[in-house]
């Protein structure tokens, strides 16, 4: 269903680009014309009434390619799907730096999310990824930290986020980013994460969201190896048109895992690197160089697509990546 | 009170920036060490325990710059600060584009922020920024548009927010930038925005959203004139000791304004304007010129921080802009 929705553009004409700057807009690229005077728009409706509530769910896919130095182990990343229709989705993701101590920095991401997995069994009534989180931390026996992730759909539509570090989350409608998480850093590329250790991070330290979903919607989870490496339009480009959640999973994770290969791009991490101070010595930059290149990461990428009173019971199964 | 929090950063020493690229990092901007390797980290500990359920209220402070060239007038901007302990803070910002049809853009705006006052002292108890806004609107007589965001704090500290457009909202929390709302826009500089037009943009358009406040948390609602001139981290820096709301609003407005006048400030909005393929010509490309610059408008700065149980008489007082 369409509908015409009107909008005024801020300014009219060539003062859409109304800078402090003398510089020229290229013709090339802006066009001055009369029909945006009136700014008529035709977009999807993909809004779900307030007045009207429909019981919500996710249609899930997943996809994680580990560090191309980690293949054969599977990687450091956990993720899991699972409750009534994937209504719940977490990833975790083992820090790197336990390896150092002799410690396999992936038991512990697996066994945190092995335990989200027995605590949803236990008390799928208990609605709250914070409490969540809490439960499956403080039972988690092995020794080593990660970024964790934890969303859970309510059937009104409100998808609970409790995160720790920077694994992320996105929502895309009608084909725009809506929603982003924050992700949280005791400083660069040393995250916030949960721990075996009595003085690390917990639930207390999570931040805690969330986001009205509407029918339509597509949310995306991942590891800090899709956000390091993709830019959010390129997500949202990616996945436009995709209506498989499991299709768009894999486009996406291989979008983030080739630009992690390539020593060229300019990828969110490169740039966030310049942005905090690093970057290549002084004598490169004064030949034109800079610090680039994507992130060799585990790459995790869990889709959801919304829909509108369409349990399957096909949704129902439990998947568990550990 | 501060905590002793443990944190292992991703990777050790130089491989901190392993990115794909052989480019070499600056040894003086990134020297190793050994002191990193555990990660201790000394950290301010402004989390209240979920365990121990703390009133929440927010001080407030506002402060409004209008375009240089509607300082008479007062700008179209508009805002309000409100309810018990300023527990409700709004901003609307009239679209421009209605001067061209001889609507003068400040009266839709205007009418927009008055009845949120209305209908919050009419219906206290109803807590969702949702049916704020749907009341508001619907009963806005005046011919225009604007964008808005409503946020609206629970005592439990969950922050409610309904945007429509690109006004925004930030929190930060122990000097970082822990949550941001996303703007919504048609095409570049054309908003969504609730309009007088029947087929225009209404409460079922607005992205809804929460966040779970802290006590000491500082929260930063802004109209696209604060966030198209201001970059986020400069926002964090700027307001990161500053305890006092007003002053820190004032401190903002002023930030974002200066960099509205300056030419050769390269800001969010001129990048912005770059990735979506507006720039100068060619010929100036070629001479290393590129578009840049502030942008002049109005700029709306409401600044909360977070307290708990100090609930004090002074903070009962109703302010409205308009």
Redesign the interface.
């Known amino acids: 269903m369409e509908?015409?929705?009107?909008?005024?553009?801020?300014?009219?004409g060539i003062r859409?680009?109304?800078?402090?700057?003398?510089?020229?807009?290229?013709?090339?690229?802006?066009t001055w014309n009369p029909s945006r005077?009136r700014?008529m728009?035709k977009?999807a409706q993909t809004?779900a009434?307030?007045d009207v509530i429909k019981e919500l769910s996710l249609s899930t896919g997943t996809y994680l390619i580990p560090h191309p130095k980690k293949v054969e182990t599977g990687g450091e990343d956990a993720f899991f799907v699972g409750g009534c229709n994937g209504s719940v989705v977490a990833i975790a993701d083992g820090?790197?730096?336990?390896a150092?101590r002799n410690v396999n920095p992936a038991l512990f991401s697996r066994e945190l999310m092995r335990n989200v997995s027995l605590v949803i069994e236990e008390e799928q009534a208990n609605f709250d990824p914070?409490i969540l989180l809490k439960k499956a931390h403080s039972s988690t026996t092995s020794m080593g930290?990660a970024t964790v992730i934890i969303a859970m759909l309510e059937r009104n539509g409100v998808l609970k986020i409790a995160s720790v570090g920077d694994c992320g989350l996105r929502v895309i409608r009608a084909g725009?980013?809506?929603?982003?998480t924050?992700p949280?850093e005791?400083?660069?590329?040393?995250?916030?994460?949960v721990?075996s250790?009595a003085?690390?991070?917990t639930?207390?330290?999570a931040?805690?969201?969330?986001?009205?979903l509407m029918e339509g919607d597509a949310i995306i989870l991942g590891s800090?190896g899709l956000f390091d490496n993709a830019f959010d339009?390129e997500i949202v480009s990616t996945i436009s048109d995709i209506k498989d959640a499991a299709e768009a999973a894999k486009l996406v994770a291989n979008l983030a895992h080739n630009h992690?290969?390539?020593?060229?791009?300019d990828?969110p991490?490169?740039q966030e690197?310049r942005?905090m101070?690093?970057?290549?010595?002084?004598w490169?930059k004064m030949i034109g160089?800079?610090?680039?290149?994507?992130?060799?990461d585990d790459i995790t990428v869990i889709v959801g697509i919304v829909s509108a009173n369409s349990r399957s019971s096909s949704d129902n199964t439990l998947k568990l990546d550990t």
């Not at 005791?186 to 994460?193: I, V």
């Not at 931040?207 to 009205?212: D, G, I, M, P, Y």
């Not at 992690?260 to 791009?265: L, P």
């Open positions: 509908i015409i929705a009107m909008a005024i553009p801020r300014n009219f859409v680009l109304e800078t402090t700057s003398t510089s020229w807009i290229s013709p090339s690229k802006f005077k700014g728009i977009m809004e009434s307030p820090v790197s730096g336990w150092e914070v930290s725009q980013l809506v929603f982003t924050t949280r005791h400083y660069f590329d040393c995250p916030f994460q721990s250790e003085n690390g991070q639930y207390r330290d931040t805690v969201c969330s986001v009205q800090d339009r992690s290969k390539d020593v060229n791009f990828s991490y490169t690197a942005t101070g690093y970057d290549v010595p002084d490169k160089k800079k610090l680039k290149g994507g992130k060799l």
